[in-house]
């Protein structure tokens, strides 16, 4: 069967569905108490591991591992999405989405995207919370013009996430190890805790993204600002390619011997 023609409109309703379905199974796995206590409260206290150790090594230090561990709570979130795009085939369901005539490449696009808005919450509450008590300077204008950048992080790195999860659709088995392992290699390579490792940080996302946070928290946005976010955007876009390529052809694989359904 060949995927039917859609308009943007109709395929931006799949993947709002899709998205509503993803928040679904998530609200379905967190009480707010359980994700205060439990979730979050894990988050926080990494951030602020890494944030102390900066005392220790000298000025300016506390500043830049809280910055850099807290931005990379948006990518970490994202890359969630390796192991919840599988979560269709968990659930009997990916079969079905491939059998049906509209492409179910658009639905795993926006089955994970619930994870953005709670990246952001992270990212911007662990900010504030472990930083204004560790006395590190954050303008609230400053931090309100970061917000857009944190969004772009987090939906460059989200495509990246989808990338990995569907080269892992076949092999459930690998979902957690491939993105554990993405998120290790983004945390040593990108910037976070050490300057960014060029020029193979340059392919990744965040590495652009974390540049222009901090460079807007310690002057305010400007030119050189503009064209890292360029870049992150760029990025983003060229890992949103591979991972719509990946899936389109996983699907028409699909379609043509069933794969999907027999594969490990």
């Known amino acids: 069967m060949r995927p039917s023609r859609l308009g943007a409109r109709q395929g931006l309703r799949i993947v709002w569905y899709a998205t509503r379905s993803g928040m679904s199974d998530y609200s379905a796995a967190f009480t707010w108490k359980s994700w205060l206590a439990g979730w979050y409260l894990r988050i926080l206290a990494q951030v602020l591991f890494f944030a102390t150790i900066g005392a220790l090594l000298g000025p300016g230090q506390t500043g830049y591992l809280l910055v850099g561990n807290a931005v990379f709570l948006m990518t970490s979130h994202s890359l969630l999405a390796t192991a919840s795009t599988t979560w269709e085939r968990d659930s009997g369901t990916l079969p079905l989405l491939v059998a049906s005539p509209a492409p179910s490449s658009l639905v795993l696009l926006g089955r994970s995207l619930f994870w953005i808005p709670e990246g952001l919450v992270c990212a911007v509450g662990a900010l504030l919370i472990v930083g204004i008590p560790l006395g590190v300077p954050l303008p609230p204008v ?8 944190l969004l772009l992080i987090g939906l460059s790195s989200y495509c990246l996430g989808v990338f990995l999860g569907a080269t892992v659709l076949t092999r459930n088995d690998l979902r957690n190890v491939v993105g554990q392992a993405a998120m290790t290699t983004m945390m040593v390579v990108c910037g976070v805790n050490f300057p960014a490792v060029r020029p193979v940080a340059g392919l990744l996302p965040l590495t652009h993204g974390l540049a222009a946070v901090r460079a807007t928290l310690d002057r305010g946005p400007d030119a ?16 949103l390619a591979a991972a719509w ?13 069933g794969r999907i359904v027999f594969s490990g």
Not at 142 to 149: D, G, I
């Open 142 to 149: 400053r931090v309100l013009w970061c917000l857009p950048m």
């Open 224 to 239: 050189a600002v503009a064209v890292q976010l360029g870049y992150e955007a760029a990025t983003g876009a060229g890992w």
């Open 245 to 257: 390529l990946v899936l389109r052809w996983l699907e028409a694989r699909s379609r043509r011997d």
